[in-house]
């Protein structure tokens, strides 16, 4: 996999889970798919394509985005991601605030930016 691939399915996967959301909020989604890819030794492709990780991967018939002004701002939150430090806390998982996943009892509760719940 090339690097400009790996930034391109790091951008969708912010653009997909949480373009609506604060800067803030798109830089932690990008750092969790980082710290994943880093702890797993995979590509970004492969952590982004892993079944049922992120929802927008299974629930869309298109990757393509449809918003581009939306699209340049996720551009923009993965190359603040690449270039700052892990304010995450090393952060692996996250959902929004909405939902209580099975999952989330099982992992220690860090942080809340936007309207996603961040764990690891």
């Not at 806390?89 to 809340?112: F, K, M, N, V």
């Amino acid at each position: 996999m090339t690097l400009l691939e790996g930034l391109l399915w790091l951008t969708l996967n912010v653009y997909h889970e949480a373009r609506s959301e604060p800067q803030i909020a798109q830089v932690a989604v990008a750092l969790v798919t980082l710290n994943r890819a880093s702890q797993q030794h995979l590509p970004i492709k492969e952590i982004v394509r892993q079944p049922h990780q992120f929802s927008w991967t299974f629930q869309k018939d298109s990757y393509l985005p449809d918003d581009p002004k939306a699209f340049l701002q996720c551009i923009r939150s993965v190359y603040i991601a690449l270039k700052s430090q892990d304010f995450t806390q090393g952060a692996t998982h996250y959902h929004l605030d909405s939902i209580e996943p099975y999952w989330s009892q099982d992992y220690t509760y860090l942080e809340q930016y936007g309207s996603h719940k961040f764990y690891k």
